[in-house]
């Protein structure tokens, strides 16, 4: 298939293009740089251009005769987006409005969504099943809600092929040793940890010891970053006019913050300085998915996902990636 690939310069988003690429799909990335990376793309083209820029999509889609788009570009931090919601409206619903209004000039008709188990909120019950309630608690949640819902509308109305992807958390490095993860700043649990390891923090803060979870700490479901990819392969073959896919991205296994760190120190062989710190707003205790229905619907299941692949392939990037792409 011809794929558009928004956002293919970021961290799930180019490893869904290097397995595209791979599978012998052809595709076109479209990215504005602002958090990806230009050395995130060794394979396909990319264009370098903003989701705001309708005029620009259609023109792309219809010249490069693409099928079907991957739809990863968005901006996802949570903190950000409680202090900065019109920055997240604009980006994640004005943009992907725009992306939308180019596709239906340009006639394509497939997408596959980058959705979040933030969308669930604080679950009455773990693990998660599709048909949960969705009641985000920040704005970042509700932008990837409201995207849900227009494009359930679209399916309905203009018989779009769709598929919203809900991850839980993206982890780990390609297992090839090729692309990585680099955010800046970096948030996420499992790279501070190995940056304290490699020297370049002192420490971590662990985000509340007094959940009520068996070590107090909060309990998340990782899931590998290629084993994110292959579902992307696997949702944009079953894209079907008028048929509407929503599923949940993840393991069914927790690991709490607490189990994170400990794999990170007996990976990396380091000590990793731990220190209480309070709760982080907005951190539901335990978010577990019900990978169900993707296993079913999909023919898939996560290869990479066990806690300490995750934080071996990361740690390997991090080695040989210490400042990121920019080297
Ligand atoms: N966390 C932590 N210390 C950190 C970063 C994260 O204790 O420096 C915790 C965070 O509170 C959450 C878990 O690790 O319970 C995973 O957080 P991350 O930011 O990696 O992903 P999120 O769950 O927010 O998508």
Redesign the pocket.
Known sequence: MRILVTGGAGYVGSHAVQLLVASGHEVTVYDNLAAGHREAVPHGELVVGDLLDRDRLAGLLAERQIEAVMHFAALAY?GESVHEPAKYYRNNVAGTLSLLEAMRTAGVGKIVFSSTC?TYGVPNRVPIPEDHPQRPINPYGCTKLAIEWVLSDYSQAYGWGVASLRYF?A?GAAINGLLGEDHSPE????P??LEVAQGKREQ?????NDYSTPDG????DYVHVDDLASAHLAAIQRLEPGKRIQLNLGTGQGAS?QQ?IETCREVTRHAIPAKH?P??AG?PPE?VASPASALAQLDWSPQHSDLKTIVESAWRWFQAHPTGYTL
Request: aromatic letters at 4%.
């Open positions: 949570v933030a958390n982890a948030t996420h649990l499992i501070i940890a971590i803060e662990v985000f509340g700490t909060c309990i998340r913050v994170v710190s709760r982080r951190d978010l």
